[in-house]
Each structure stands twice: as C-alpha cells, then as structure tokens.
C-alpha cells in the first residue's frame, strides 16, 4: 500500500503563486509516475502534470508554462509550484501515483482557492 498527503493549498491572490506539497509513504518502490490533478465544482477531475521515475514530464496545455512538476527523492515528496494563478485555477488539487498493474493511488487533496 502507499499513502499520499497533500499540502500546501491555500487562499492566494490573482497572479500570485503557491507550491503544493505531497509526501509519499509505504510501498512506493511500485509507483513509476507520479502526477497532479484538480477537480473544480461540478467539472470533472482534469490531469495536470505528471512525473516518471526517469524525469520525463508532461504537462496540460492549461497549465504549460505556469505549473512545475518535481520531486525530491531523498523526502519522498513531489511537487507542484503553481505561478500566475488565476480564478479558474480554483479547485481541489490531488497527487496520484500510478504503480501500474499493483495499484493506483490517490491523496485526500487540498483546496486552491485565487480570489482577490
């Protein structure tokens, strides 16, 4: 089993940034890629950005540009930096981790609210 916990969400002015957080724990030698998603109030949930094990990201075009996706193995922990935030960047943000055919694992999420 894996675990994943997310931080760092929060109350942020348009244009401002904010780095979200998620800490990995149990059997996470299984996960090949970690990503971020978000789901908005009544909109499906939507794949941001996503990780392998070798480096290789990728990025949806609503967030290319602005949205950085990394990690640091030593904490076991990866990252999402989130600059130029606008209004529409509101919504719940969850880490996955793909561990392929022994799983598919999900945070609990974080709430990103851009309001002035």
């Known amino acids: 089993q894996v675990q994943l916990v997310e931080s760092g969400g929060g109350l ?3 244009g401002g940034s904010l780095r ?9 030698s ?15 949930r939507e794949l941001l950005a996503t990780m392998t094990n070798g480096g290789s990201t990728n990025y949806a075009d609503s967030v ?5 996706i990394s990690r640091d193995n030593a904490k076991k922990t990866t990252y999402l930096q989130m600059n130029s935030l606008q209004p529409e960047d509101t919504a719940v943000y969850y ?17 990103v609210t851009v309001s002035s």
């Open 30 to 44: 299984s996960i090949w890629k970690m990503g971020w998603y978000r789901q908005a109030p009544g909109k499906q």
């Open 95 to 111: 880490c996955h981790g793909d561990a392929s055919y022994r799983g598919q694992y999900w945070g609990q999420g974080t709430q």
């Open 12 to 14: 942020v002015q348009p």
């Open 20 to 28: 979200l957080s998620c800490a990995a724990s149990g059997s996470i």
């Open 64 to 68: 290319r540009g602005r949205f950085t």
